[in-house]
């Protein structure tokens, strides 16, 4: 079975249900879509593909916000046996000609708003033979998607796919360089779905409210309510605390999935009564859970003050491993906060050293994990995927350790390692230090060059709104909580630049002030 047979299945059990519900709040728009049309409009799709000469293993550009067309034809791309291949709305020109260099991809579905962007961009597109707009606008050599779906009939046959068949070929959001094309199987995103749904416990009354970009691998969240047939809610265009929660009241949430900066701006709210819980119907909210960056233990104390019954969650993944699920902290164990959690189902990890070797309990190595939800390469380069993957063991690039019940904790990034003076030394614990001074809202630590030690740790701190910080209070802060070699030398006040998975984008930090 893969994702496609549960929406045929759902179709068939939850016809007359509402399956995906999209939210727009700035243009007061709401969408939904039951299991039947949903699955209708799917195999529409695929045959439109089919009839424009798409065959399997044909790579299939998709570019746009989160919506429910996206996701219908992100559907129909896998019912009619090519690659779907996501695209970072925020990618730069560049970006998307690189990576359709990599893909050589024959149909580019965009959303209307990067239309005219995309025919400007045809010129260095020559793989591809029709261009796709989501909606009912045509442009230029752009043709509308509903216009294609209102005389297409479905699909009448089945496409075979196998669980090892390649579907998905995803570039990574390029925070530490070049995006890397990751190739995803039937299996392994399948895989991503059972362990969603197992972990976070869905059953099909469940409602789950979908936030971040689909076109990451965080798409791996949806896959679990999908299994059970619950509903799912994307909310769109904008993502403030009073949308969030007017949303989770009036569509009746019971799960949602925050980045780091969502629920710290929800708490803010709160603390400053903007926000008042009395005002919603939150009763249905039982859980909410986290992910794609380290979760600073402080801010799940202050979330479980405000929702003491609310059960939560921390998960672990990356996109060469079908997104969330590798490890999960588990519904109940917030005494082990600051930690990932345990290997998740059909999951194991382990820790090692440079020579692949297990580390003593409690000491940091590289994690490495394996699974069913592993890619099968980096697409078009197998130098790397030799290098990442070692005698079926995934190599993650984040350094970790476990302690004496199991538990993993993240240490830090290997590539954002500061050496200073000869010491190893982790960003994530200072930042999570800063973190708990109750005037700043967001942190980010990095090496820069010296001479005699050859890094020093500086950090970036962003204040909390109407909050005025000096270097000297936090450096004073930092001497009574850190040891003299791991505090920072410097430190700059400045927004911090997070990606829409909401990872610290370092890159960017380290070119604005490495130079400094």
Known sequence: MNLIDIISKNSRNYSNEIAFVE???????????????????????????????????????LLGRNSVSWLEVYFGVLRAGAWITPLNFRFTDDDIAYCATVAEPVVFFCDEEFAQRVNALKPKLPTIRRYISLGTKKFDGTEALEDLIERTPPLSHEVEMGDEDACGLYFTSGTTGTPKPILLTHKSLFSSGITEMAHHLWRHPDSFLMIPPLYHSAIGHVFGPMIVGARTVFLTETVTPRDIFETMSGEKISVVFLLVPWAMDILGALDRGELKLEDYHLSGWRLMHMGAQPIPPTLIQKWKAYFPEMQ????????????????????????????????????????????????????????????????????????????????????????????????VYIVDRKKDLVISGGENIYPVEIEQTLLKHPGVRDAAVIGTPDDRLGEVVTAIVEPSPGKVLTEEELKLFCEQHLPRYKRPRTIFFDTIPRSPTGKTEKVKLRAKYRKK
């Open 23 to 61: 939210v727009r709040p700035v243009t007061k728009g709401r969408t939904e879509i039951r299991w039947s049309d949903f699955d209708i409009r799917v195999k529409k799709i695929a045959n439109i593909l089919k009839e424009m000469g798409v065959k399997q293993g044909d790579r299939v550009l």
């Open 312 to 407: 939560y969650d921390t998960s672990y993944g990356l996109t060469e491993c079908s997104g969330p699920g590798v490890t999960n902290l588990g519904i109940g164990n917030e005494r082990k906060i600051a930690s990932i959690g345990k290997p998740g189902l059909m999951w194991d990890v382990r820790i090692v050293d440079d020579q692949a070797e297990d580390v003593p309990q409690g000491q940091v190595g590289e994690i490495i994990a394996r699974g069913n939800g592993m890619m099968k390469e980096y697409y078009k380069n197998p130098a790397l995927t030799a290098q990442t993957i070692q005698n079926g063991w995934l190599f993650t690039g984040d350094m970790g350790r476990i302690d004496e019940e199991g538990f």
